[in-house]
């Protein structure tokens, strides 16, 4: 009886960690910015992506802490912090980018502020700005993005510092190779709850180039 008790729990047990696995990806079936594939070459690909909206909140601290902070900021905003008390649906990615000089020279070299970070919710495409409701917290800011070009690479893991570096050079060569102009620092995109296992997990570098370089 007590082999039978327990074969009963560790059953429960083992539908209680596939529902965790699986509820990451599933939470994050929501709507993506859209965009056109021009070229892709393995886990890196050149895309085209449409204009759009995305809520922005700067902020201060290391990496992992500042993207923390930045998405409870916009977080709240969408939850109905704003002038209208409006839930604005979620999308994925969140993304985050550092405040980095670039000299347009070659070779092209960067200085990263790691204490100065852009995180961004990209706004539901059925929004306009006149139609989306303002932020009560001046922290956020609503900003339109025109049509750009981007270099991506993506893949999946837990996109710690070292993850990040790896695949962040891995994309600078991939531009060099191909004589493409980057025109800005690399943007990290997230599109998975903290809680998706690392192997079931989406992340991306980008970084934006010239459309006819």
Same mark, same amino acid.
Request: hydrophobic content about 40%; glycine content about 2%.
């Given at each position: 009886m007590r082999r039978k008790y327990m074969w009963w729990i560790l059953g429960i047990l083992?539908?209680?960690?596939?529902?965790?696995?699986?509820w990451g990806p599933i939470v994050s079936n929501v709507e993506q910015p859209k965009y056109t594939v021009v070229e892709r070459d393995g886990n890196i690909e050149i895309r085209d992506y449409a204009p759009m909206i995305v809520a922005e909140a700067e902020v201060l601290g290391k990496r992992r802490e500042a993207i923390g902070k930045g998405f409870r900021i916009i977080a709240d905003y969408i939850f109905g912090n704003n002038t209208a008390a409006q839930k604005v649906p979620m999308t994925?990615?969140?993304?985050?980018?550092?405040?980095e000089k670039i000299a347009m020279t070659?070779?092209?070299?960067?200085?990263?502020?790691?204490?100065?970070?852009?995180?961004?919710?990209?706004? /539901?495409?059925?929004?306009?700005?006149?139609?989306?409701?303002?932020p009560n917290n001046p922290a956020v800011e609503l900003?339109?993005?025109?049509?750009?070009?981007?270099?991506?690479?993506?893949?999946s893991g837990m996109a710690g510092k070292e993850s990040l570096k790896r695949h962040t050079e891995e994309l600078d060569e991939f531009i060099r190779a191909k004589k493409l102009k980057?025109?800005?620092? /690399?943007?990290?995109?997230?599109?998975?709850? /903290?809680?998706?296992?690392?192997?079931?997990?989406?992340?991306?570098?980008m970084i934006e180039i010239l459309a006819d370089g």
């Open positions: 083992a539908v209680i960690l596939l529902g965790a696995a699986l994925a990615p969140v993304t985050q980018q550092g405040n070659a070779p092209v070299t960067q200085q990263a502020d790691d204490n100065t970070w852009r995180v961004r919710f990209v706004m /539901p495409s059925s929004y306009t700005m006149e139609t989306l409701p303002k900003k339109e993005i025109p049509t750009k070009r981007f270099a991506a690479i993506h893949f980057p025109i800005s620092p /690399p943007i990290y995109a997230f599109y998975n709850p /903290p809680w998706t296992l690392p192997f079931l997990r989406r992340n991306e570098v």
